[in-house]
């Protein structure tokens, strides 16, 4: 997958573990985060809200793990024309989806084109 010229060089793509893997390079696990769905104020079928994206992302380990593959995803981004690194959850419409829309507007400001793909939204 070649990107034309102005095209993102990194996919960033949220996906769910019970539907199969993607066509990626690389795969993350983010299920050992909290899961949002799993609190009484939202439920399995809940859309990603402004609160929702606030509880994910506010927990401690959704810190470090961000603070850790940022530099990464950089460093692999700058090895190859085109990465796919694809981040998996349960069913991949919060945890992994909340991660990669953070992943994305970190990696924008860093100056690395993204395109975001949520396979299961």
Known sequence: ???CPGEAKVTLMSFGFKYGLPNANYYFDVGFLKNPAREKQ????ANPSDEMRAFVLAQGQTLEFLDKVVPLL????GIDQHQVFAFGCSAGRHRSSIVVDEL???LNNKGIATHVVHRDL
Do not use: G
């Open 104 to 106: 994305s507007r970190i």
């Open 42 to 45: 939202w439920n399995f079928f």
């Open 74 to 77: 950089e460093y692999l981004s």
């Open 1 to 3: 997958m070649t990107p």
